[in-house]
């Protein structure tokens, strides 16, 4: 029975056990160490992030029906990483990053060498560096994923960082 619960956690434990029936070795306190779930959460945040991506992507590209492809987005993952991404179009990449298990970066590239941040608002260009996605760990190694010391909404943030992208390299 499917309810929308996440039963990974438990999945895990069991197959911890088997391996520890089976190796003798004894992982007792790893459930209060948070490195390990930042690293899983970062890993499922950048999936989720690029399963919605690449469904918009999709459609846009869908939509836009050109033939030629020079207008069409196209993602890629970046070699010797985990799950990293970036998309690209008319010499524009919109790069996301794992740069920790705590940290995720999200930025431009121009040109292949002059990286600037998404603007969050109208009043001009962004800066030189990336904008960057924090995990918080919480009371029970809750984690939650934050940007300028704000909870952040995945849905919200993806349809910022494509429109943006789309804008800015429709030129």
Avoid: C
């Avoid at 438990?10 to 160490?33: C, F, P, R």
């Avoid at 969050?120 to 809750?142: C, M, Q, Y």
Wanted: glycine share 6%; no cysteine; net charge negative.
């Amino acid at each position: 029975m499917d309810n929308g619960l996440s039963t990974s956690w438990i999945e895990n434990l069991a197959l911890e056990e088997l391996n520890m029936n089976e190796s003798g070795v004894v992982h007792i306190d790893d459930h209060l160490n948070p490195v390990h779930l930042l690293e899983e959460s970062s890993i499922d945040f950048m999936n989720q992030m690029r399963d919605r991506i690449e469904f918009y992507v999709a459609k846009f590209n869908n939509y836009r029906n050109d033939q030629s492809g020079h207008s069409q987005i196209k993602i890629f993952k970046i070699s010797n990483t985990v799950n990293d991404f970036m998309l690209f179009r008319n010499s524009l990449r919109l790069v996301f990053s794992r740069k920790a298990n705590d940290l995720l970066t999200v930025g431009f590239m121009a040109s292949g060498k002059n990286f600037y941040t998404p603007r969050l608002n109208s009043t001009g260009p962004g800066d030189k560096s990336f904008h960057e996605i924090r995990a918080h760990v919480g009371p029970f190694n809750n984690i939650h994923w934050k940007f300028q010391g704000e909870d952040l909404e995945i849905d919200s943030m993806v349809r910022h960082y494509l429109s943006e992208f789309i804008r800015n390299s429709a030129r």
